[in-house]
């Protein structure tokens, strides 16, 4: 389930993710598309649960929370294709060296990319909490494999 919305169902498949018993739109069930290994969308599918299911009316759908459900799904995708991202460290999964400062750094540059949070994705890349990562990118940093963090 999602870390800001733990109400939401969540599952997923080769090709999108699936939400349902979104607050308030109980009666949908969202579907966000995304092409292979790719974490931007290329669709957004809303099937009704029921026959008695209330219309989707040009009102209904301008009142979609869209924003909150493609971040729900690319935050989910992110997850899924994380392990992916690089591969596996086998010798120090949980950092220390070199090897895994890159690799911290790949995924960093990757989710950057992506448009995606990058501690989040390192995180989830690893299966560790988003202190853990924001460490890591420290490291990266401090080897030279990641630029000094610049403010907007």
């Not at 220390?96 to 989710?111: C, M, N, Q």
């Not at 560790?128 to 420290?138: L, M, N, P, V």
């Amino acid at each position: 389930m999602h870390q800001t919305d733990p109400q939401v169902k969540i599952s997923t498949s080769v090709d999108g993710v699936t939400m349902t018993e979104v607050p308030g739109y109980d009666e949908c069930t969202f579907i966000v598309g995304f092409p292979p290994g790719e974490s931007h969308p290329n669709g957004f599918f809303i099937r009704m649960t029921s026959p008695e299911s209330p219309r989707l009316t040009p009102t209904v759908l301008r009142r979609l929370p869209y924003d909150r459900l493609l971040k729900i799904a690319a935050e989910v995708r992110v997850k899924q294709l994380g392990a992916a991202v690089v591969p596996h460290v086998a010798d120090r999964r949980y950092g220390g060296d070199t090897d895994h400062a890159r690799a911290v750094a790949e995924v960093y540059l990757w989710a950057v990319d992506h448009g995606i949070a990058p501690r989040k994705a390192i995180a989830a890349r690893w299966a560790k909490s988003e202190a853990t990562a924001g460490r890591w990118i420290t490291q990266a940093r401090k080897l030279g494999l990641l630029a000094a963090y610049k403010e907007r």
